[in-house]
DNA sequence: ATAGTATTTGATAATGATTATCATTATAAT
DNA sequence: ATTATAATGATAATCATTATCAAATACTAT
């Protein structure tokens, strides 16, 4: 049976409240100082049990370890090359849908049951455009 | 300068004539058959190499170590939640335009510059979707 | 062909991220 | 309050991947 523990709705909570996409390890060191007899393991093994509860998504980057995503509405994500950074895109109901829509009929090629989608657009986030010029 | 091996162009070759996703691991196991002096970095190496070139593609998976992909025709994957296995649904260029464009299209709320993306469906693969019953 | 050089290889050590272990502590049920 | 069960934190262990480096191979200019 599943038990209450604060360190995993410290977690869930600021996951929640930040709006980047933190490494386990950033978002201990940042939650070290709220609590600082918080253990790493326990970072890892809270975010990996949210992960599969749903309550929090985890991203595989490209390069370097996972992030950890809070928002669980419908979005996207942006990757960009350069400085690695991860933006969420949010999207409109119309546009999820349709998205939802195109990939299920993607999947009946292969006879498949869809229950989820991960979409990541990589190329140059706006800060790393405007470097280059 | 870029110089010739015979190892690169086996694990090429090797990856674009099968249609499954092979680990690093398995694939240098299966070429050990070919070329028994075949060494693992050797494999990694490559691998890494040819994703950069673009000839290549590496797949993050949920759990588990990367798999990689000698097909660059544009196309996304499934992946099962249940028996891990990966798959390619090929489209067809409307379809690739239309998902594009669509792309395109929220990348522009954040102002960033696209150049590629990654689409991967997950749910129950046909295999699985029987036993379950 | 030959010598010279630059790159690749294979073996293995090192690293980085994540998971497993386990004694202790906290939460929940009786 | 007692007991049972699950979560924690410290740290060891694991797994995938990358770095190192001497030896082998590919290419270039003679």
Not at 45 to 57: A, W
Not at 76 to 88: A, Q, S
């Amino acid at each position: 049976m599943k038990k209450y523990s604060k360190q995993r709705e410290l977690i869930l909570n600021s996951l929640r409240k930040r709006k980047d996409h933190p490494t386990a390890e950033r978002l201990y060191l940042d939650l070290k100082n709220e609590m600082p007899e918080l253990g790493i393991a326990t970072v890892y093994r809270n975010l990996s049990d949210l992960c599969e509860e749903g309550q929090v998504i985890r991203i595989k980057t490209s390069s370097g370890p996972d992030r950890f995503d809070g928002n669980t509405m419908p979005h996207i994500h942006f990757e960009c090359k350069k400085c690695g950074d991860i933006v969420d895109i949010v999207l409109f109901e119309n546009e999820v849908k349709q998205l939802d829509n195109d990939l299920k009929k993607f999947a009946k090629q292969i006879s498949a049951e869809v229950d989820g989608s991960d979409i990541t657009i990589t190329g140059l986030c706006k800060k790393c455009k405007k470097k280059l010029r």
